[in-house]
């Protein structure tokens, strides 16, 4: 990641709006997290489900890593919308 590609990033956290790639609609920032929080949740829960299937001995490291990775990331996530009052539920 260079420095332009940095600033660009720091830029839009900083403003009230995303502007979603895929979507090329403008959402609030809120609405943004809440969905990042419940895509979270979804991935940690994969990660768990990838863990429990493993029979792989080489691969159960890999899939304890993605767990605590997942798990992190989530409560990350949930922490920093609940500091925000963002709730995951829509209006």
Known sequence: MNKEDIIHFLSQVSSRFFVDDDEETVRPVEIRLADEVKKAHQDWLKAQKYFECVTDPDLVDHA????????????????????????SERP
Not at 64 to 87: H, N, V
């Open 64 to 87: 304890i890593f993605a767990e605590e990775a997942a798990r992190k990331k989530y409560i990350y996530l949930l922490k920093k919308a609940k500091e925000q009052g963002i709730s």
